[in-house]
């Protein structure tokens, strides 16, 4: 009898030492989110960009590289970003995390809630900034599929 095993997908820390607490965070969210929900996978393989979050008030920021089989987090902001995603609150970033969305990102059901009409306010009143929003909006969509824990 064969046992299939299931498709992994890892997310690494790259640093010269310990992560930074964002970068840290962005991770651990991504592991579970890949573990949990294992079609999340492959939307992660279509980011061909890198993205990065920035947190305003301490500066820490992560940029995160998507490849077909792993996601590697950098600590601070590496090479040129599509997307840039800064939280000028300090908590904006859970407020998207709780934002459901289908088809890989593609069907944005979570902005029709309170929750995404909250996260539209903190977008209109520069609270969430996301730079690459009108350039790139389809990759701005996935990665907010990725984050999700809904």
Avoid: W
Avoid at 88 to 100: E, F, I, N, P, R
């Amino acid at each position: 009898m064969t046992q299939a095993t299931k498709d992994l997908y890892k997310c690494t820390f790259y640093a010269d030492g310990d992560p930074n607490g964002l970068a840290s965070l962005t991770g651990i969210l991504l592991q579970e989110n890949f573990d949990s929900f294992p079609g999340r996978r492959k939307t992660a393989g279509r980011i061909a960009r890198p993205i990065a979050l920035r947190e305003g008030g301490s500066g820490t920021a992560c940029t995160i590289l998507f490849g077909s089989d792993k996601a590697l987090v950098l600590n601070d902001i590496a090479g040129l970003p599509s997307v840039t995603v800064i939280d000028t609150t300090g908590d904006q970033l859970m407020a998207v995390s709780q934002l459901k969305m289908r088809a890989g990102g593609l069907i944005p059901t979570g902005f029709f809630s309170r929750q995404g009409m909250a996260v539209i306010r903190a977008i209109l009143r520069k609270e969430l900034i996301v730079k690459g929003l009108i350039t790139h909006p389809i990759t701005v969509l996935r990665f907010i599929a990725l984050m999700s824990i809904a």
